[in-house]
């Protein structure tokens, strides 16, 4: 090696040791309807990967759409793959695929870990059945390995002893992954947070829900409370309500984002973005409110499912042009009250069209999510069809037919929780007619630390006329609960508020 060389590689060095973590991160995410089985699939993630032609740092595949139901052996933490041979097994295609465009490529499969021959806990099957995320490396080796801890059903699954808390060393710097259902708990996406992990790799087959859990609104209103960025990759499957894929920077918002296009016929759409290392001038494009209205338009027909609101307490919005302040209370224990301020503009010209009614909502309770109830601690405002509590869960059926004769000049909304980091968290909620939330930039999400208490505030500081939902959504997971057996608790009741779910449908729709 002459000294040129040697000079050439220590001044690589330095600029991978010092300069990468600055550098821009070129992503791909990909929403991605499954096919039934592994070959057809895999062949579709080949033809994904080899159809992006730029160069990408990241390229994130959705949940359960990879090897539905079959499962597979992941192959140690640092192997590499061997590209020269016959890339029979799945992960070693993906691997040398992975290597071949030079990026971190994320997949999530069915795991198999086998057991020794007289293991009685691994039941019946005789090996053990994760929900895993593989992470392969530029060079094709699998880097990280993380196994779903927060189930959604899924019953033919097991979970791991102690929970998978991974981080995963990159070239553009630390990142942490966890699945689906898993952002609405504390473990391990939070251990992550606290321990100042920034970036998040998080495939989904999630399943949206009315008036406060649809996909992109559930990604950025973690995203937002975070200021953390999230890749997130959606499974596709519109008529059971499944969708969503974006990349979203923290308090700027989502730099792309979509939500169930019509992608049939191309069975995939990639959103790619570029994530700025500079980020002092950076300004996200916003959705013009014509453009809200081209894509409300088209997703009329996406299935989403509807929460429970029976046990919420509730008030009407007097839909007059004015500003209103009310307390709304709910629970004892702990009491949560709410308290809204609103400052609207109402002019409806055609009453031969549908428009929203809104209303105030305050909860502290227990949510049932099918398989397992889950605390939540609520404020919020969210639109309904007519004057029922009930109807506060449903979207008008056809976009073209809705009038909007409401424009929201101000909100503010504030409330007290109690100030516990191990088991609480509230996030920043929004939802546009569009299925997409309100850009960070109009909102202000303010924490004041009271002794015990935490007092949260949330204000919309721009005119909007497209609004859906403007909420605090806490969680209260000392209140979770997990059903041992859920296969014999479900009953029909709850199986008709079918709430957010995840993988247990790519199972059981396998189309
Ligand atoms: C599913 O796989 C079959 C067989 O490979 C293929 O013909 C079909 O186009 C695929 N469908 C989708 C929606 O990808
Ligand atoms: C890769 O596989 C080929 C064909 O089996 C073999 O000749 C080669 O030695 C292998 N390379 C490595 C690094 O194992
Ligand atoms: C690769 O696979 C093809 C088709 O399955 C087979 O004909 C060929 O012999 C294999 N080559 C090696 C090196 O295993
Ligand atoms: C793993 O899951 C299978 C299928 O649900 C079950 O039979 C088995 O008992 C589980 N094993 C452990 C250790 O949880
Ligand atoms: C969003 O993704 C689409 C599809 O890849 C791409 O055409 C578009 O340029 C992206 N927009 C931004 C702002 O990155
Ligand atoms: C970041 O962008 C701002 C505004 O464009 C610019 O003034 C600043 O020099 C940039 N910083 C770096 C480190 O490039
Ligand atoms: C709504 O506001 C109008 C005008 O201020 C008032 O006359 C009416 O009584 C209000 N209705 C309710 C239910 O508060
Ligand atoms: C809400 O309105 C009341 C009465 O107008 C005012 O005293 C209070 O400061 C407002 N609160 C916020 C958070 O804007
Ligand atoms: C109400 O809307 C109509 C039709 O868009 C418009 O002509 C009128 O000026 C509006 N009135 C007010 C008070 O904003
Ligand atoms: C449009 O909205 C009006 C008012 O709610 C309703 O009476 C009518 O049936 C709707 N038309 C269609 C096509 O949905
Ligand atoms: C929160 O608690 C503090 C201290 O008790 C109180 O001053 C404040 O008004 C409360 N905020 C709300 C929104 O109730
Ligand atoms: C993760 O955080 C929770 C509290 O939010 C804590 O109970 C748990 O012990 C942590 N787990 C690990 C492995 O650090």
Redesign the pocket.
Known sequence: MNLLSLLFVALSFILNTYCLEVSDINVAVVEY?P???K??NE??YEKIINSIKQPTDFIIFPESSLTRGEYLVVPPIHASPNCSTNKSDTLTHIACLAKSKNAYVAINIDERVDCKPNDSTCGPRGFLGYNTDVVFGRNGSVIARYRKWNLFGEFDKNITKTPDIITIETDKGKFGIFTCFDILFQTPALNLTRSGVKNFIYPSMWFSELPFLTALQAQQMWSYENDALLLSSGGNNIVVGSGGSGVFLGKYGALNQTIVPNI?KE?YLIITTKVPSNRTALKIKEDTVHETDEIARKIDHFFIKRDDLRGYTSELLNMTTGSVSREICHGNNPKLCCKFNVTLKFNKTRNDMDSYLYRFVAYSGVKTFVYNDGGVEVCGIIPCTNSSLDSCTRKFSSYDNITWPTTFESISITANFTNDETAKMQYPNTLLSSLRSIPPSQTRWEKRILGNQVERSFRLVKPQTRLLTFAIYGRDCSRDNFFSNPGVSINENKVYFLLVACSVFALLCRF
């Open positions: 309807h096919n039934f089985t070959s057809q062949k579709s049939k069975e």
